[in-house]
């Protein structure tokens, strides 16, 4: 696989909470990088946000654009392409919003390091970015096999090992 430029990813640290993990932003810089180059997609000169936020955020995020009303770890939200892209605009790959406290719990609660669940995510929403999804057994197959490998080039275990799918 030809390795293609990566995107430019703008990281925005929108909570006080994330002040906890210094390490943060460049641990989710890191993860897409290394999704990017792992990858077979046209990301060269893209650009993406990623939001650190917190719960209350991501609530009210999940509520208005999926209906659900509670927080989650991690939302996605691939920019519309337009028909015609001006000369030398960059591609719009769109935004990541990704949840403190639900990430802090979810790590706790599974043992795992908070930079790897963290990483975990960024990645998980850059695939979806990029046209991952996980509506049907065989997408959700495709994407969770990118992770694997994608987390593997970061030294990062399996986060599906021992788990069963929930449909």
């Not at 337009?82 to 719990?105: C, F, H, N, S, W």
């Not at 795992?112 to 509506?135: C, I, M, N, R, T």
Request: glycine share 6%.
């Amino acid at each position: 696989m030809t390795r293609t430029a990566r995107p430019f990813t703008e990281v925005v640290i929108e909570a006080d909470c994330w002040q906890a993990e210094a390490s943060a932003e460049a641990t989710v810089l890191r993860a897409i990088e290394t999704a990017a180059d792992a990858i077979d997609a046209d990301t060269g000169g893209a650009e993406l946000a990623v939001m650190l936020t917190d719960d209350d955020h991501i609530r009210l995020l999940n509520a208005s654009f999926r209906g659900k009303d509670k927080p989650t770890n991690v939302l996605s939200f691939p920019a519309a392409q337009p028909e015609a892209q001006a000369a030398g605009a960059p591609k719009m790959l769109g935004d990541i919003a990704i949840a403190y406290q639900t990430v802090r719990r979810e790590a706790d609660d599974e043992g795992k390091s908070f930079d790897h669940h963290l990483s975990h995510l960024a990645v998980h929403g850059f695939l979806h970015l990029v046209g991952y999804d996980h509506e049907t057994d065989q997408e959700a197959d495709e994407m969770e096999d990118a992770e694997r490998a994608i987390l593997a080039r970061l030294g990062i275990p399996d986060p599906y090992a021992g788990q069963d799918r929930v449909s």
